[in-house]
């Protein structure tokens, strides 16, 4: 019995001092974290990201693919050698909340999903931070946008 206790509470322990990368997603139902977005990309995008000074690094793709009532998704792609801060975001129309993602990541952040969205439109957002200067944050949003 001692041993089944000590493992448990070594099992819980571990649990506690999990990374917070490890906890559940914050995107909620309709959208959906996936790997690559699927579809063609929705007329106007390819989009990149712009700094106060108008420099531009980073590449926002929209995607529609005809699946689940119509699916739009958004990833973030980083031109620049090396890991850097980013965010995406989707939200479709008729929804109080957005889906997201966001990390220090290597080469894309994204791709997020949303469904249900033939009839409906949608916003997009995305920043990448190079550095610690204001000049080396680039940021863009759009929408409303493939609506229809």
Avoid at 10 to 20: D, K, N, T
Avoid at 54 to 82: I, K
Wanted: glycine share 14%; hydrophobic share 40%; charged share 15%.
């Amino acid at each position: 019995m001692k041993k089944v206790l000590i493992g448990a509470m070594a099992a819980l322990a571990c649990l506690a001092a999990a990374p917070a990368a490890q906890a559940a997603p914050s995107t909620p139902a309709p959208y959906k974290l996936v790997d690559q977005c699927a579809g063609n990309m929705v007329p106007g995008f390819p989009k990149v990201l712009s700094n106060q000074l108008g420099d531009t690094q980073g590449r926002l793709e929209l995607r529609y693919s005809s699946a689940a009532g119509g699916t739009n998704c958004v990833q973030l792609y980083d031109m620049a050698p090396g890991k850097h801060s980013m965010t995406v975001t989707i939200k479709r129309e008729g929804l109080s909340y957005q889906g997201s993602d966001s990390g220090v990541y290597d080469l894309y952040a994204g791709g997020v999903a949303v469904t249900g969205t033939n009839g409906k439109c949608v916003w997009v957002s995305g920043s990448l931070v190079m550095g610690s200067h204001s000049v080396d944050r680039f940021r863009g949003s759009w929408g409303p946008v493939a609506c229809g």
